[in-house]
T-cell receptor, first 113, second 114 residues
């Protein structure tokens, strides 16, 4: 079946460095992608989204890049802070609707002071 | 999240018992979702409620799972005859209403089946 997966299950960076979290997707019909952040003991929080008619979208300290040719999604976090330490999930609307998201397994980001 | 409240936060039960998990989406948005998160895994879609439409139950893993939403607000997820593989965090979410895929999640109900 179609799925969303992550290249790196863990990522450790120094405070102030930039972080890049990668995600591969396999459903070519997906046209909407989202990144969520989940801190320990909490529910996921929306970070940023991107539609398939775009290849880049920027938010506050975050940038999402979409490469439809190789079905690859990445989340870049600038000047990573200790508060960015969390599990990051990419998700796609493989069900054809924004609500029925398929989530990847997540990448644990650890920011070292 | 935007006020999504779930209870209980933790539930330990014995195999074979029934459990009921509650979600109270305070904001009152019409769309409500249940997801399941097993240890170290991503989120797995379970069920979706949208207004008065028939719920999308396509993600429920077995007929032991059921969910209701009463009065367009509070929802309960019921698991009958629980099994150890049902152990997971069950997350409820509501749409932000922003027209994006932004969902406001509750903190989840952690279910442990012994």
């Amino acid at each position: 079946g179609e799925s969303v997966g992550l290249h790196l299950p863990t990522l450790s960076v120094q405070e102030g460095d930039n972080s890049i979290i990668n995600c591969a997707y396999s459903n070519s019909a997906s046209d909407y992608f989202i990144w969520y952040k989940q801190e320990s003991g909490k529910g996921p929080q929306f970070i940023i989204d991107i539609r398939s008619n775009m290849d880049k979208r920027q938010g506050q300290r975050v940038t999402v890049l979409l490469n439809k040719t190789v079905k690859h999604l990445s989340l870049q976090i600038a000047a990573t802070q200790p508060g960015d330490s969390a599990v990051y999930f990419c998700a796609e609307n493989s069900g054809g609707s924004n609500y029925k998201l398929t989530f990847g397994k997540g990448t644990l980001l650890t920011v070292n002071p | 999240g935007a006020g999504v409240s779930q209870s209980p936060s933790n539930k330990v039960t014995e195999k074979g018992k029934d459990v009921e998990l509650r979600c109270d989406p305070i904001s009152g948005h019409t769309a409500l979702y249940w997801y399941r998160q097993s240890l170290g895994q991503g989120l797995e879609f379970l069920i979706y409620f949208q207004g008065n439409s028939a719920p999308d139950k396509s993600g429920l893993p077995s007929d032991r799972f059921s969910a209701e939403r009463t009065g367009g607000s509070v929802s309960t997820l019921t698991i009958q005859r629980t099994q150890q593989e049902d152990s997971a965090v069950y997350l409820c979410a509501e749409e932000s209403g922003s027209g994006t895929g932004e969902l406001f999640f509750g903190e989840g109900s952690r279910l442990t089946v012994l």
